[in-house]
């Protein structure tokens, strides 16, 4: 049953925090955002995933959406970014990870079947802002 849950396609959603998904071409090449996805399918044996990105270009906001099948240890995953402890905070259901140097404001959220991040493409995006969105994410994509 794990199995086919991970083969499951992913349908993101339209919107999410009242942005529109960005599903102009040239933006989505800009960004990344296919190659991105075929790259995590790859190194995660081939279960489904999307990046999507939220917002516009030119905005006051975006947020970029990582949805993969399958369960992401995710204290190990934030653990491994170099996050420390007093950058990481539970906002709403998500797992998330104040903005660094070197990192942008990102939010986790996962089960047995499935982990969204959600990352701000902006700067001074608290985690009070992007907690709420990977909740939305993870709501829609499950």
Request: glycine residues 10%; proline residues 5%; negative net charge.
């Amino acid at each position: 049953m794990s199995r086919l849950n991970t083969a499951r396609g992913i349908t993101p959603p339209p919107s999410l925090a009242g942005l529109d998904r960005i599903t102009d071409p040239e933006l989505r090449d800009q960004l990344k955002l296919d190659q991105t996805r075929e790259a995590l399918s790859r190194i995660n044996d081939g279960k489904q995933a999307t990046v999507e990105a939220y917002g516009d270009l030119g905005g006051e906001r975006m947020y970029v959406v990582i949805a993969l099948r399958g369960k992401v240890d995710i204290d190990k995953t934030i653990s491994d970014s170099g996050a420390k402890p007093e950058q990481v905070r539970k906002v709403g259901g998500s797992t998330c990870v104040a903005s660094t140097e070197t990192l942008p404001t990102q939010c986790y959220r996962g089960s047995n079947t499935m982990t969204v991040i959600v990352q701000a493409a902006n700067d001074g995006v608290s985690v009070d802002d992007v907690g709420p969105v990977t909740d939305e994410a993870f709501t829609a994509m499950k």
